[in-house]
């Protein structure tokens, strides 16, 4: 009888003992999956914090701005929130801060586009425009004061910044998203345009001439991750240098730079002109035939150079003559042909192409724009209306 009882507890012992290891057991397995989920965690928020690629990679990814067109819609990009009305002091500033709606205003009623098949963009949130700019950038655009000097209006700095974010930033913002969405229509559709946008003097880090976020840059980062493309060129033909995206992207291989600008004229960045892959200098006082033809030659010379499988046109039209900031001598008809040239360069290379419409001083920029855009339609190099011929 005591030997049953000794066998007995021995088995309650090791029975008791064994589910004692297994819990144990058990209970090292969790602590170990939980300490090494913490942990992976730990090391996949620091890994974001320290590899700045990979966070503008996320940003990318899960950013907005791209979204599905339907075939109802051409690929001219705009938006009313584009313009700028600020209690009359937007005209403090020689840009035409309305230009953009009179150049559709003029398509529409010319026939050469149907309102109902203007692409709409998203505004580019903080995310977005992070891809790029600095958080202490996007900070520093709080103050008052930093707007007013990169619009050069002074009286911005004494509104209050709730204001200025709403009434300037955020038509700026919508631009952008214009911009980026532009070169993803371009890719799918060989073409497209935004009717603003071309905000080629700001950098990550700063501001200027009234230029308030890099949208060429950022339009490029998204292009590279989002449409696979790695060779990207920018024709830059606005009468300013682009001063920014060449700070930006000048130390890119995938980037190649055409800036054909006036050196005679703001904003004299010699350190971002060391950045130029192909750089023409056009002089104050140039005029229309001598400009087609250094154009000419810049173009056959960037081919030569550089097979892109994306060009990012800067159309400002602040080289029209009697421009008070850019003092060239184009003629309207001059323009024209200058757009049509770029677009025969990347469509006849079936090399998608976007165009801005940057710079322009003078209130008949918005004629001229107009005018351009249905003369790239006539040539059969852009498409305006669904029912039109052109292609």
Known sequence: MKDVRVVSTWTDLTRDSAVYLLFTFAAIKVSSFIYRCFQSSEMSSFSMETHPEALRRERILSSKLYFSVPESKVSIIYSSAYDISFMGIEKLHPFDS??????CKFLISDGFLEEKSIVEPLEASNSDLLVVHSLNYLNSLKSSATV???????????????????????????????TI??????VERG??????????????????GFCAFADISLSIHFAFLRLSISRVMII?????????????????????????YNPEIYPYDYSAR??????VEVMSGTTTDEYLRKLDKALEVAFRNFQPELVVYNAGTDILDGDPLGLLKISPDGIASRDE?????????????????????MKSNARVIADSIENLSRQGLIKTRLDSAST
């Open 148 to 178: 007013a000097r990169i619009t050069e209006v002074p009286p911005v700095a004494f509104f209050p910044n709730f204001l200025v974010q709403q009434k300037v930033l955020s038509p700026f913002r919508k631009q952008v998203g214009g």
């Open 236 to 260: 830059d033909l606005d009468a300013h240098q682009g001063n920014g995206h060449e700070t930006d992207l000048g130390d890119d291989s995938r980037v190649y730079i055409l800036d054909m």
């Open 274 to 279: 060391r950045f130029i892959d192909q750089k």
């Open 98 to 103: 309305t230009k953009w709606r009179r150049v």
């Open 191 to 208: 073409w497209a345009i935004n009717v603003g946008g071309g905000f080629h003097h700001c950098t990550a880090e700063r501001g200027g």
């Open 341 to 361: 040239k770029v677009f025969r360069f990347a469509r006849e290379r079936e090399i998608p192409v976007v165009m801005l419409t940057s710079g322009g001083y």
């Open 181 to 186: 969405l532009a070169a993803k229509l371009a």
